[in-house]
């Protein structure tokens, strides 16, 4: 990675999301608040209705 592409910024993105569960193949059903090991149990069952984008754009593309 050449120096340019190492400078650039944050962008940051809230979205609003439909409330949809979902099933998948296997049985996992999908749509529920997920942060991993820091969700408090009592989100596990809470829909999730909101996300959070963060990516870096750099000033030079490659």
């Known amino acids: 990675?050449?120096?340019l592409s190492?400078?650039?910024g944050l962008l940051?993105?809230?979205?609003k999301l439909s409330e949809n569960i979902a099933v998948?193949?296997?049985?996992?059903m999908t749509g529920f608040?997920?942060?991993?090991?820091f969700?408090?149990?009592d989100s596990k069952t809470s829909q999730s209705d909101?996300?959070?984008?963060?990516?870096f754009q750099p000033?030079?593309?490659g």
């Open 12 to 15: 940051f993105d809230e979205l």
């Open 50 to 55: 909101h996300g959070l984008v963060i990516m």
């Open 39 to 41: 969700t408090e149990q």
């Open 1 to 3: 990675m050449d120096e």
């Open 6 to 8: 190492v400078h650039g």
């Open 24 to 28: 998948k193949a296997l049985g996992e």
């Open 59 to 61: 000033l030079q593309g």
């Open 33 to 37: 608040v997920d942060l991993g090991d």
